[in-house]
């Protein structure tokens, strides 16, 4: 059983960059982490997207249900082994590469899976997943399961340390990395609140953009403070 699950959405950068993070203190400390879903498009099933988020938030959250479509279909074939991986690659080519791949999932997401499946090595055809449906029942199970540990009011990464009986908390959202040994501090501090269990929650509404070569910004420039998106607020709880 893993260590550590990590309920993600491929299109949230806070999750992308929080991701990173996790990799680098579990190559240190060598735990085990399973990589589960959660879709923010689901998540947000009931709001008016017009009104609570910045235009073209709807297309990008539905960017990422078909993107964990496609991972659902792979988790099928290829176990969950393979999801892993498959976030990394997700994430490296909507967030680790020049602005502009966004807006290539966003108008041909089928495109965009097929050469990430076939550079894993893994069966191009599961790309046309992004369109089946089928495989929604199994995504809103998961973010369902997601939330059910947090509770409803929070976006995305959900982390469940020790699984299935221990602590579970949103974030911690983060915009840029740090160095291995302040990313193994900043873990073991974490972990000391998540599992107290009078710990309710720790925020601040500023942020800086994220530190990604996809928001024009090169890993390691430190970005100016600022409020970025009124949507992210519920959308870290999205992206």
């Keep these: 059983m893993a260590e550590l699950d990590f309920y993600f959405d491929p299109v949230c950068p806070f999750a992308w960059m929080t991701s990173k993070w996790v990799r680098e203190v579990s190559g240190q400390r060598d735990y085990s982490v399973e990589w589960k879903f959660i879709s923010l498009r689901l998540v947000n099933a009931k709001i008016d997207y017009a009104s609570h988020f910045p235009a073209g938030y709807e297309r990008g959250h539905s960017a990422g ?126 972990v000391a609140l998540a599992r107290f269990g009078g710990f309710a929650e720790l925020k601040r509404s500023l942020r800086e953009t994220p530190q990604l070569r996809a928001f024009g910004i090169e890993e390691g420039v430190v970005g100016a403070q600022e409020d970025w998106h009124q949507g992210h607020r519920r959308d870290t709880a999205g992206s």
């Design 65 to 190: 249900l078909e993107l964990l479509r496609v991972a659902a279909a792979v988790r099928k074939e290829y176990g969950s082994e393979a999801i892993g991986s498959l976030y990394a690659a997700y994430g490296a080519e909507i967030f680790d590469s020049p602005p502009g791949r966004q807006a290539d999932l966003h108008r041909d997401p089928e495109g965009f899976a097929a050469p990430i499946l076939e550079g894993l090595g893994l069966r191009v055809g599961l790309a046309s997943a992004v369109f089946d449906t089928t495989f929604d029942p199994e995504i809103q199970e998961e973010t369902d399961r997601a939330l059910a540990l947090t509770g409803r009011d929070v976006g995305t990464p959900i982390l469940h340390f020790e699984p299935p009986e221990g602590p579970a908390f949103f974030g911690p959202v983060i915009s840029r990395l740090m160095n291995p040994n302040e990313a193994a501090e900043l873990w073991d501090h974490v």
